[in-house]
T-cell receptor, first 115, second 110 residues
Framework: DAGVIQSPRHEVTEMGQEVTLRCKPISGHDYLFWYRQTMMRGLELLIYFNNNVPIDDSGMPEDRFSAKMPNASFSTLKIQPSEPRDSAVYFC?????????????FGDGTRLSIL | GQQVMQIPQYQHVQEGEDFTTYCNSSTTLSNIQWYKQRPGGHPVFLIQLVKSGEVKKQKRLTFQFGEAKKNSSLHITATQTTDVGTYFCAAPEGNNRLAFGKGNQVVVIP
């Protein structure tokens, strides 16, 4: 079975540009999570969806960040306008059932560099 | 929110030796998960512990959940170069979230 698929794998862009990260969860999984990983702050949950509905976006840094899940097989994380401090690895993960007792399956991540 | 603290943050381990990494919480946990992230890779689920005092083994890896369900440990015997990476523990917190620790970065010395 295919795992969580993220694109692009790498993104380098100049500050002020719009960045869109994409994620395809594992088929049948009903939870989708977006994380950001940096050396300083570790792995941070940005937002998660259950059955395509955003449940908790308290981790989204500010209004420049937005996430959507138009259907069960696709989600996007958008940063507009991007800033150098947004440089990080962004992971998408999915799980079947609640994270309380189900493992999360991570994609390979998008390594984002904002110049 | 729930926080899990991992110690140590970094370890250098000689190949062939054993090591342990710890995960602590100030509150009782319903369960705890362990993940491993190889350098340049993504977190990969290893195991979940649910019961008080539970011990689970995966080859050279032994996972333990404390009796009070406030701490957990991962012990690796006969370390190999393939054990290099960062080991994370994660515990549920409110609203169906998983709170990840900062991780224990392990470097294996050949």
């Amino acid at each position: 079975d295919a795992g969580v698929i993220q694109s692009p794998r790498h993104e380098v862009t100049e500050m002020g540009q719009e960045v869109t990260l994409r994620c395809k969860p594992i088929s049948g999984h009903d939870y989708l999570f977006w994380y950001r990983q940096t050396m300083m702050r570790g792995l941070e949950l940005l937002i998660y969806f259950n059955n395509n509905v955003p449940i908790d976006d308290s981790g989204m840094p500010e209004d420049r960040f937005s996430a959507k899940m138009p259907n069960a097989s696709f989600s996007t994380l958008k940063i507009q306008p991007s800033e150098p401090r947004d440089s990080a690895v962004y992971f998408c993960a999915s799980s079947l059932g609640s994270s309380y007792d189900q493992p999360q399956h991570f994609g390979d991540g998008t390594r984002l560099s904002i110049l | 929110g729930q926080q899990v603290m991992q110690i140590p943050q970094y370890q250098h381990v000689q190949e062939g030796e054993d090591f342990t990494t710890y995960c602590n919480s100030s509150t009782t946990l319903s369960n705890i998960q362990w993940y491993k992230q190889r350098p340049g890779g993504h977190p990969v689920f290893l195991i979940q512990l649910v019961k008080s005092g539970e011990v689970k083994k995966q080859k050279r890896l032994t996972f333990q959940f404390g009796e009070a369900k406030k701490n957990s440990s991962l012990h690796i015997t006969a370390t190999q170069t393939t054990d290099v990476g960062t080991y994370f523990c994660a515990a549920p917190e409110g609203n169906n979230r998983l709170a990840f620790g900062k991780g224990n970065q392990v470097v294996v010395i050949p």
